[in-house]
């Protein structure tokens, strides 16, 4: 090992000479030793910058024998009065689109310092300035710099040549020397597509070498979410490495890198005595051997990223010491082609070297990284090592798969089978199909003449629109969903068609929202402008508590006198929306579809039967209603549903998933299917799908459908769980209860599924424990208080998704200092996936009689949940309503449960929106 360590001092020796056989570089003469001024002082091939925002000029000198070393001159510009400060600039060369710009230096003085390139089209025509600039501070002591700057087209055209401009601010002092410069290729960045091993040093126990101190900490400034971090010292060489052989196997894509990665957090904690030392990310197959290296020397601000093959160096580059903490990933393809890059944790911003060595791979690749020193005592803080598959980050990694978008679609002609209907053939409505939602109005809703009518008008006071809003009582998985309607036209409500779940917080177990059509933007954007006569469709699906949404535009209606048939086809893959029997067109920049199709790739996936709605919906954000004639009423004719056909499916089932529907963050969970063609049409089965709660997790497209998920972040940010919709927010997937199920289709485009598998919940990583409220364990048999929960805080005693008690202002509310949504008795404002530890103390081991007292206005069902020690689900309380549309708690639900004598923890789990007070658990027998 020490050979390494003698290797790096020999390296650290010539790295002033910049080696980039991996990367097909090209050197720029730039004449970076400033040689032959002229008498004014500028060497040859450099000029000043004569802007008007650099008048007064600054003073500007060539200083022979002025480098480091003492062998090359040196540029210096100094005295500089200008406002917007100096700058020199040097000639014009060629360049294109693609190419990077990489230049290095030596710099000293005072000041900020900034460089950007000019650029001229290839007709030698102005181009503007680069958009990415560097920006930097120099000291009073020599430092060594090297940064990256792309080539781009600009608004005048295509690129064709640039010229570097180096600028430094008002009263600064700037002095370079040995200035090089050389074109590269754009590098490769990569995106992780799939984990195979990680470690997150969150758990005692190690998969990794070593015994490294464990800390917790958090990543960076700003991530206020404390992670387990290693500190590792060495004063010589040190391999992390799985402590069991973890080799990569084959590849099958061309472009897919294996890597390997790391989180260094720094090369040294504060109040630490620093030592030169390094990183060596390793990539070996039999004899050939690929190393990436982070090397920082003590006392310098930049950190040098250096890859080499069988020690011959192929291309290195630098990034500066306060990007750290860095995200570090070096991977190779089958061809040999290699990416090394660092993404910070500060800025978001990721350096990059690319290349093409020698390596091949075949069969196996081992990943391993070293920590090195020549000193003593060198010390490192590190995160997330990982192996893993990554593609180039352009690349689209939607999966192969098949839907089939009917350009005009009648469910009859199809052979879809007429599952429920209303056609309004009464003189009231039928309140066996249809329950009034919480914001309706019954007496704005009419049935006669063959048509459903839905009123909007004034209260009594004139301060607000009331109208109606229907849900049908049945709720449906697949299908054709279809209605006739006459829309609205006055400002200040719009009417909808859409279909919706239970609380819609999963769309694998409660549901998720198809708007079929909204009509919002039916009137006139602003007073005295045209009506803009187009309907929104929209899909709705929530990722834990974040909400995704997609939309398309209608085109734009004609007559809005006329009736017209609205209709949806879901299939497990794909949702699209029919006006008068035909494919909406339209086009989105989430989709590549010209029509309003939403896929369970692109968008998501749902499963969960859900409910078609016929609404108005009295909002000023469809207008003013002050400018509208009232009252007005929105038509619907009919409303059908048609099931999907699924009788030539394939089959499919699990063959293994996890035995507890609890785990702790980093656990690896694992799944199978078994699937089949079907028996009458014999289709193959070309790919299987791996979904957690409506979003794609893994994809294979040969047997055995064997899955693994990682949980933690950094599995689940390869993933489409944790892609943002519309909104940007990226969901926080640990705070959730996950709905997973395997989905396989066949040639034909056929698809089944598997039943649901339920994680109910995450544990948060580290040992900690919730304690029981005032030290004072609550007893069974009795009555267990809810809102007495355990004491501990987010994430070990609750977990709550809303900041702040809801309930804050209300009478009564609770005095605790934390997130639950509480009163001094009441627990309210649930989402689903939130719960509540409790500390009990169980006077006698046997069978319960446990009551649930709770409220729920909602029409559909749902469940609240009972977890004996983190380890089995013991209870489970079916929710439902009575039709009061209130949260007063005046229901109860029973189970029977199995406990133990003795202290325990119990968790309730909520998987419905009730309110809550008390459990009552009478003993019957033991």
């Given at each position: 090992m020490k050979k390494i360590a003698l290797a790096w001092i020999a390296l650290l020796a010539v790295l002033g000479c910049l080696t980039l056989e991996g990367q097909m570089a090209s050197p720029v003469d730039i004449n970076g030793h400033f040689l032959q001024p002229n008498a004014e002082g500028i060497p040859a091939k450099w000029t000043r910058n004569t802007w008007s925002g650099?008048?007064?000029?600054?003073?500007?000198?060539?200083?022979?024998?002025?480098?480091?070393?003492?062998?090359?001159?040196?540029?210096?510009?100094?005295?500089?009065?200008?406002?917007?400060?100096?700058?020199?600039?040097?000639?014009?060369?060629?360049?294109?689109?693609?190419?990077?710009?990489?230049?290095?230096?030596?710099?000293?003085?005072?000041?900020?310092?900034?460089?950007?390139?000019?650029?001229?089209?290839?007709?030698?025509?102005?181009?503007?300035?680069?958009?990415?600039?560097?920006?930097?501070?120099?000291?009073?002591?020599?430092?060594?710099?090297?940064?990256?700057?792309?080539?781009?087209?600009?608004?005048?055209?295509?690129?064709?040549?640039?010229?570097?401009?180096?600028?430094?601010?008002?009263?600064?002092?700037?002095?370079?020397a040995d200035f090089d410069a050389v074109l590269l290729p754009t590098p490769v960045k990569l995106k992780v597509t799939s984990m195979d091993f990680i470690e997150d040093f969150d758990d005692a126990e190690l998969t990794v070498t070593g015994n490294p101190e464990l800390i917790r900490d958090y990543p960076t400034q700003g991530l206020l979410v404390l992670t387990g971090q290693a500190v590792y010292r060495t004063d010589g060489d040190f391999w992390i490495q799985p402590l069991e052989n973890h080799p990569y196997p084959a590849a099958t894509a061309a472009d897919a890198y294996r890597a390997v990665g790391l989180r260094i957090q720094n090369f040294g904690r504060e109040g630490t005595a620093p030592a030169s030392s390094q990183f060596i990310f390793e990539l070996s197959e039999g004899r050939a051997l690929l190393q990436a290296n982070v090397q920082q020397v003590k006392g310098e601000d930049q950190l040098r990223l250096v890859v080499s093959e069988n020690g011959r160096m192929l291309v290195q580059s630098t990034m500066h010491r306060r990007s750290l903490p860095a995200d570090f990933l070096f991977g190779v393809t089958p061809a040999g082609e290699f990416t090394f890059q660092a993404k910070s944790l500060v800025d978001g911003s990721v350096s990059a070297v690319s290349g093409k060595s020698q390596f091949r791979r075949h069969k196996e690749v081992i990943a391993r990284v070293m920590f090195s020193t020549p000193e003593r005592d060198a010390e490192a803080v590190v995160d997330n090592f990982l192996i893993c598959e990554a593609v180039p980050a352009d690349k689209d990694t939607t999966p192969p798969f098949i839907i089939h978008p009917d350009l005009a679609f009648d469910p009859v002609k199809a052979g879809w089978p007429l599952v429920w209907a209303d056609e309004f053939d009464g003189d009231a409505l039928d309140e066996t199909k249809w329950s009034h939602n919480w914001h309706s109005y019954p007496e704005k809703v009419l049935v006669h003449d063959g048509l459903l009518e839905i009123v909007a008008d004034w209260n009594d006071d004139h301060t607000a629109i009331h109208t109606g809003a229907l849900s049908a009582r049945e709720n449906f998985q697949y299908g054709y969903f279809e209605g006739r309607f006459k829309f609205r036209q006055q400002p200040g409500?719009?009417?909808?068609?859409?279909?919706?779940?239970?609380?819609?917080?999963?769309?694998?177990?409660?549901?998720?929202?198809?708007?079929?059509?909204?009509?919002?933007?039916?009137?006139?954007?602003?007073?005295?402008?045209?009506?803009?006569?187009?309907?929104?469709?929209?899909?709705?699906?929530?990722?834990?508590?974040?909400?995704?949404?997609?939309?398309?535009?209608?085109?734009?209606?004609?007559?809005?006198?006329?009736?017209?048939?609205?209709?949806?086809?879901?299939?497990?893959?794909?949702?699209?929306?029919?006006?008068?029997?035909?494919?909406?067109?339209?086009?989105?920049?989430?989709?590549?579809?010209?029509?309003?199709?939403?896929?369970?790739?692109?968008?998501?996936?749902?499963?969960?039967?859900?409910?078609?709605?016929?609404?108005?919906?009295?909002?000023?954000?469809?207008?003013?209603?002050?400018?509208?004639?009232?009252?007005?009423?929105?038509?619907?004719?009919?409303?059908?549903?048609?099931?999907?056909?699924?009788?030539?499916?394939?089959?499919?089932?699990?063959?293994?998933?996890?035995?507890?529907?609890?785990?702790?963050?980093?656990?690896?969970?694992?799944?199978?299917?078994?699937?089949?063609?079907?028996?009458?049409?014999?289709?193959p089965i070309r790919h299987a799908y791996l979904f957690d709660s409506g979003y794609l997790i893994a994809h294979k497209s040969d047997p055995p459908f064997d899955f693994k998920v990682i949980l933690n972040q950094e599995f689940y940010n390869t993933t489409d769980y944790t892609r943002p919709g519309r909104q940007g927010v990226v969901p926080k997937f640990e705070q959730n209860f996950h709905c997973y199920s395997i989905f396989v289709q066949d040639e034909a485009g056929k698809v089944a599924h598997t039943p649901v598998w339920i994680l109910a919940y995450i544990k948060s990583p580290g040992n900690a424990i919730s304690t029981p409220f005032h030290d004072t364990p609550q007893t069974i048999p009795g009555r267990i208080s809810l809102t007495c929960y355990d004491e501990g805080g987010q994430g070990l005693a609750y977990m709550d998704v809303s900041p702040g008690n809801s309930f804050a202002g209300r009478p009564n509310v609770s005095m605790r200092q934390d997130d639950v949504d509480a009163t001094t008795d009441t627990i309210g404002y649930v989402m689903s996936g939130e719960w509540l530890n409790y500390t009990v103390n169980i006077a006698e081991g046997g069978t319960y009689r446990a009551t649930l007292h709770y409220g729920y206005p909602f029409a559909f069902k749902g469940m609240v949940k009972l977890y004996l020690d983190d380890q089995q689900e013991v209870a489970s309380f079916d929710i439902v309503n009575d039709k009061t549309r209130s949260h007063e708690i005046n229901k109860t639900a029973t189970a029977t449960v199995r406990l133990p004598a003795g202290q325990h923890l119990l968790k309730m789990l909520f998987l419905a929106k009730p309110n809550v007070n008390f459990i009552d658990f009478e003993l019957l027998k033991n």
């Open positions: 650099y008048q007064p000029a600054c003073k500007l000198e060539t200083r022979v024998g002025g480098s480091p070393d003492r062998r090359s001159n040196s540029l210096r510009m100094f005295d500089v009065p200008a406002e917007r400060g100096a700058a020199f600039n040097s000639n014009f060369y060629p360049a294109r689109q693609g190419q990077t710009l990489h230049f290095s230096f030596h710099a000293r003085g005072i000041g900020q310092c900034q460089i950007k390139l000019f650029f001229k089209t290839v007709s030698n025509e102005w181009n503007f300035e680069s958009d990415e600039k560097v920006n930097f501070n120099v000291t009073d002591d020599w430092q060594w710099y090297q940064f990256d700057i792309p080539i781009k087209d600009g608004r005048a055209g295509v690129t064709g040549s640039f010229d570097i401009s180096v600028q430094i601010s008002q009263g600064g002092e700037l002095e370079v409500w719009w009417s909808a068609f859409w279909l919706y779940g239970a609380t819609n917080d999963n769309p694998f177990y409660d549901g998720f929202e198809i708007d079929i059509y909204e009509d919002y933007f039916l009137t006139e954007l602003t007073p005295g402008t045209p009506a803009r006569n187009i309907l929104d469709h929209n899909l709705h699906v929530y990722s834990g508590q974040s909400l995704k949404s997609w939309n398309y535009n209608g085109p734009k209606l004609g007559s809005l006198e006329p009736f017209h048939v609205i209709g949806c086809k879901w299939t497990p893959f794909e949702i699209s929306y029919y006006m008068d029997g035909k494919l909406i067109g339209s086009s989105a920049n989430h989709s590549p579809y010209k029509n309003v199709i939403f896929d369970a790739f692109r968008h998501a996936c749902g499963l969960a039967p859900i409910h078609p709605m016929i609404t108005g919906e009295p909002k000023k954000s469809a207008g003013d209603p002050n400018r509208g004639v009232y009252p007005e009423s929105f038509f619907c004719d009919y409303v059908r549903v048609y099931a999907f056909p699924q009788e030539d499916i394939p089959q499919v089932q699990w063959s293994a998933t996890p035995r507890n529907p609890i785990a702790n963050y980093g656990d690896v969970l694992q799944f199978s299917a078994e699937a089949m063609p079907n028996a009458s049409t014999g289709s």
